[in-house]
């Protein structure tokens, strides 16, 4: 093919396609990639009123010196009989305390903390009865919003608790921690989960030689609205486990923690300030795990989610504490915050994509809707990113990252897209026939001309600048493209495939539609008048699109690169 006759081709092509309206696809949806019903739980807005401000400080000061008092004093109390608890006990807390020591941190300790609470002015409604240790190993407490839940150790009878090691060295509250006998995790022990699980089995099925443990499932804080995914440690056991729910039922939110609100010392201080602080801690019915679920702890988590979900009237939600991460990284990128969250639960099961490789996409899609307000890409930002002007073929490629139809892409649909719609176009295949498309003159290699050709063309914009794109295609500068560095711009950027695709697809049906327009014409041509019920309007056929490489039969045309997500 020469270049003459490629360029004529090419404009006949764009012709043809010029007048074509854009065509929908209709993709099917799976449900287990629709967005969450509480689509950020990491995020507490609330703020306190005038009126509720001024309040607050009136009462902060006189309540809040004289809580700190009684707090201080109960601590000190509580510090000799958790020392004595622990004297003599081995570093790690590898062997359980003595039966006189554990019912002496019982009563002693449980009474001080009931006490401690009391006088933070918390007033706490139980329901439902405490499970023995032999009943239920574990307990399993969500919703998880505040280091205030910690109440719920209190009430179950000081049960161990997860902890780091550094919180051991504090002073005072260390001591108290010690005699509680955590379990301890260390962040910087690469076997740290593996260690943890191991000693959590080993607790649990200890027939009642150690005290209960009682778990956050959720791993971090939320808000309250949902319940995220459970983490697998308290059911990998395969031991009954008595879930426990938390509610605060007060008209001003002071105890949230989140990782986008209040700090720990303003909840502090405002939770001290105010009368009292409702709280409801509810015991449900132990859960003893079938064998199906003793054999899969995700099973058996996530059975234990819903019916604590039910009892809370709360959805549930694939988010986990990775999605955290993810938004920290996005507030870093000069992003909002809750533009990172994806669900990463889910979309890593669903689509294979490790934490990393969602972290590199964040980069990039920053990189995109930066300049845009509120974060998501819109169809001007998308055709800048991909220097290329707003057409048609754009547009349908736009169509199929924006899942909801709202005009946008946020990083979710991004994520979505690039795994189910771009990537599987993005074969040796595809990238040989695009190159095979650019170079003209069949010579192995497309100038900057034959580039711009076709790209002009095809895109119906004569006065099309490629020279950016162009340039960031060749990597060693000589301003000619071999098919190595076409390709690896094309498996860096799998977009570019998807809209190469897309495009051939839109020529394939617009040439459908004629052919298909012409039958019906010439149909028309060969019926009698007399028999004729409508009047049929003659069509001219639009010329096959000559850019389409021979042998790129409507198979491989097909929506099979969408994927049915």
Known sequence: MTLCTAAAAAAAAAEAGAGMAQRVFTLPRQQSLYPPSVLNPFVHRQRLSAADKARTIFLGI???PLRIICIAIILLLAWPFAAIATYSQPPGGSVPLKEWKRRMIQIILKGLGRSMFFSMGFQVTVKGKVASPLEAPIFAVAPHSSFFDGIVCVLAGLPSMVSRPENLAAPIFGRILS???PVLVSRQDPDSRRNTI??????????GQWPQILIFPEGTCTNRSCLITFKQGAFIPGVPVQPVLLRYPNRIDTVTWTWQGYSFKQLCAMTMCQPFTRVEVEFLSVHIPTEEEKKDPVLFANRVRNNMATALNVP????TFEDCRLMISAGQLTLPMDAGLVEFTKISKKLNLKWDHIRDQLDTYAAIAGASKGGRIGIEEFADYLKLPVSDVLRELFLLFDRNGDGTIDFREYVIGLSVICNPANTEETIQMAFKLFDMDDDGIITEDEFACILRSSLGVPDLDVSKLFKEIDAD???????????DFALKHPEYAKLFTTYLELQRCQLDASEEDSYQSSEAKHTPVAKSKTPVSETAPIARNQI?????ESDNLSTSDKKDD
């Open 62 to 64: 006189i309540l809040l």
């Open 179 to 181: 005699s509680l006998q």
């Open 198 to 207: 191991n000693e959590i089995t080993k607790r649990a099925t200890s027939a």
């Open 316 to 319: 549930t939600t694939d988010h």
């Open 477 to 487: 500068e000589t301003r000619k493209l071999s098919y190595n560095e076409f390709k």
């Open 548 to 552: 389409c490489p021979e042998g790129y």
